[in-house]
């Protein structure tokens, strides 16, 4: 009896223990440590998988710093408008001229196959090398703040062709870099510098000319980053650091404009006639505008106190305007649209895409990384726009077609094709009616 006592009641007690399981799974009253952090993260890292992110994070984040730059441009162009004699949304009316023309160029970038990307290159290339030689001929240039880099096109519209050969070296640096890689002579460190590095130090040699060391700085971190994606060795790569290095020690040396910039790093007063009176200013904005800004619009050091607050200095009136909260909502923007951008470069086999992508995600991330450094008292005044963002239609229009350069890389991708010819609605309606006609006969 006690034998079979036991035996009845394991049975029992065996029979007792799902009752117990099923109680678990339908409550839950507990689960592990960090269970709520690691299905987020899990969550985040499935959306940013999914074959169409780069391709919405690019176009919304391009299409967000744009549309929010053209809000600051116009709150922090008004006075200086005003203080010249020209109506309030003077700026603004020329900016978003610029961003129309840019929207359409990004479009048509997004629209067209690589090869015919591929094909701009050089015409692109000679173009922007033209245009900065008539720069320097005397009565067709004209200067601007001290730098000689601009062309006159008529009436109230000035053209920068500086800001086209970033576009054109990306390009152009590309599809050479891709036309070696596939003839596979990369491996060879002349074939990797030549004509790739004297091309880019003629584009180099024509900005300084006029005295732009900004955009010439832009110019350099395109060429390191196209060199750094073809796989240039370490040796060669510091190589031509250092003499890229030398060349801007000496320049900067030579010249006692630029050696008071640098001086101006991290200064909090003016300093003797003024000479930091930009960058203190600029600090002052950001000081002054706490978590929340003082409001749109309410900006005190564009009232004469910071000069070129549309432009160099138009993250310090939305620092003063929109707060810790609104210049945090642009790094986020600007980090986004690098990040997707690398994701591009990374994850394409076609070498030029590779190349193009890496190359537009380091000309944008740099000039808005020295923009905001300048502004912050961390870099010296450099004198380049932030990108999307600051006035400048001479800017804007090459950054949107790089942009659209992006998007169309984006969705070039085999994922984000299949994705992209699902949602069509003639594919939708297609498969909705294959569905149907599978359906039994007998179901209504």
Not at 68 to 75: A, D, H, Q, T
Not at 80 to 102: D, H, M, N, S, W
Not at 192 to 207: C, D, E, H, K, T
Request: hydrophobic share 50%.
């Amino acid at each position: 009896m006690p034998a079979e006592e036991s035996v009845r009641v394991r049975p029992a007690a065996k029979a007792r223990r799902p009752a117990v399981v099923r109680a678990r799974s339908t409550g839950s009253p507990r689960s592990p440590r960090g269970g709520g952090a690691r299905r987020l993260y899990e969550r985040a890292r499935r959306a940013w998988d999914r074959p169409l992110t780069a391709y919405y994070v690019i176009l919304g984040a391009g299409l967000l710093i744009t549309v929010l730059g053209l809000v600051m441009v116009y709150s922090a162009s008004m006075i200086k408008a005003l203080e010249l004699g020209k109506p309030g949304t003077y700026f603004f009316r020329k900016q978003f001229l610029a961003a129309v023309i840019g929207a359409g160029l990004m479009a048509a970038a997004a629209r067209m196959p690589v090869k015919l990307h591929r094909a701009l290159s050089y015409p692109l290339l000679m173009g922007a090398v033209f245009l900065m030689v008539l720069v320097q001929v005397p009565g067709i240039g004209m200067s601007v703040n001290g730098n000689r880099n601009w062309l006159y096109l008529g009436g109230p519209f000035q053209l920068q062709p500086s800001e086209f050969g970033k576009l054109a070296l990306v390009l152009w640096g590309a599809d050479l870099l891709a036309r070696k890689q596939d003839k596979r002579l990369l491996t060879q460190w002349k074939h990797m510098l030549v004509p790739l590095v004297p091309v880019a130090f003629m584009l180099l040699g024509l900005i300084m000319l006029g005295g732009d060391m900004g955009t010439a700085i832009i110019l350099t971190a395109i060429l390191f980053g196209l060199l750094w994606l073809a796989g240039a060795p370490t040796r060669l790569f510091a190589g031509v650091l250092a003499v890229a290095g030398l060349i801007g020690f000496l320049l900067i040396k030579t010249n006692p404009n630029r050696m008071s910039r640098l001086d101006c790093m991290g200064a909090s007063e003016p300093g003797p006639g003024g000479s930091c009176w930009q960058a203190v200013h600029g600090i002052y904005a950001l000081a002054s505008g706490g978590w929340f800004g003082s409001g749109l619009g309410a900006s005190v050091e564009k009232w004469g106190q910071l000069p070129e607050p549309h432009t160099d200095f138009i993250f310090a009136i939305t620092g003063e305007e929109l707060g810790l909260a609104g210049t945090l909502s642009v790094l986020a923007l600007f980090a986004a649209l690098g990040y997707a951008g690398i994701r591009v470069a990374g994850r394409t086999e076609d070498p030029f895409v590779r190349y193009a992508a890496g190359g537009v995600t380091t000309w944008i991330t740099a000039q808005a990384v020295i923009n905001i450094g300048a502004v912050l008292g961390l870099l010296p005044i450099a004198g380049v726009p932030l990108p999307l963002f600051s006035y400048g239609g001479s800017a804007l229009l090459p950054t949107m077609f790089a942009v659209g350069l992006l998007i169309a890389f984006a969705r070039d991708e085999p994922a984000a094709k299949a994705a992209l010819a699902v949602r069509r609605p003639g594919v939708r309606w297609k498969t909705m009616r294959r569905r149907v006609k599978k359906r039994p006969s007998g179901e209504r």
